[in-house]
């Protein structure tokens, strides 16, 4: 059960960072294909370009890319109409799994932003020493979790199962093997994710007729 896999565990393995392997790019229609897990977007629907997210909840990479890049890129694409952004999951171990269901279980438009807490938060929880789930709980009683609803979250197998199957989605059908990950219209970026990184990319797609 997910509960009693998250309490096994005492910290994060924060060896894994983004790799240069894998297709270079991929098919867009596949990558934007509905499964189970609804993917966790913002921006507009009609934006020239997507943005897709592969993450690690323990992943520091994610993190920083989360806390300090995220919020100026956003202000510059997503605010503007330009791209439409969608985080999806890619637990590279039981506790990244568990605040992965954790973000599920709140009102999809509180996901995120629980998300970005968790991320802010990251090295109180997920590098600490001890149970990691006092830590967890009290991060989610922020998003309005009791005892009782944070334990039925992560001990709801389906949910587990839906997320452990986005993960090998990834794997398998594009190749993502390191978090975090990012395609670009289909496009693997190959290098760490900085404002100028994605610009270097996503200005000539919106350049383009």
């Known amino acids: 059960m997910a509960a009693v896999a998250v309490v096994a565990i005492s910290s994060a393995d924060p060896s894994f960072a983004q790799r240069k392997d894998g297709p270079a790019e991929v098919s867009v229609e596949e990558l934007m294909k509905p499964t189970d897990l ?3 977007s913002l921006g507009s629907p ?3 370009v997507t943005v897709v997210e592969y993450a690690s909840m323990t992943c ?3 993190a920083h890319f ?3 890049v995220f919020e100026n ?3 510059k694409y997503v605010d503007t109409g330009k791209v439409r952004y969608i985080f999806r999951d890619f637990p590279l171990d039981n506790l990244a799994a568990a605040v992965s269901m954790l973000a599920r279980c709140v009102a999809p438009d509180k996901a995120l932003p629980m998300i970005e807490t968790y991320y802010a938060k990251q090295q109180d929880w997920a590098f600490a020493e001890g149970s ?3 830590k967890l ?3 989610a009683k922020q998003a309005g979790f009791t005892q009782e609803s944070f334990d039925k979250c992560l001990t709801n197998q389906k949910l587990l199962d839906q ?3 986005e993960r090998t989605r990834a794997s398998e059908t594009f190749g993502v093997n390191a978090t975090p990950t990012f395609f670009i219209n289909g496009k693997k970026l190959q290098e760490a994710p900085t404002l100028e990184a994605f610009d270097k990319v996503i200005e000539p797609l919106l350049a383009a007729k």
């Open 60 to 62: 520091p990479h994610c």
């Open 137 to 139: 709980f009290d991060i």
């Open 163 to 165: 997320i452990t199957a």
């Open 38 to 40: 609804p993917d966790l």
């Open 73 to 75: 890129f956003k202000k």
């Open 66 to 68: 989360t806390n300090d």
């Open 46 to 48: 009609d934006a020239k």
């Open 132 to 134: 990691p789930v006092p």
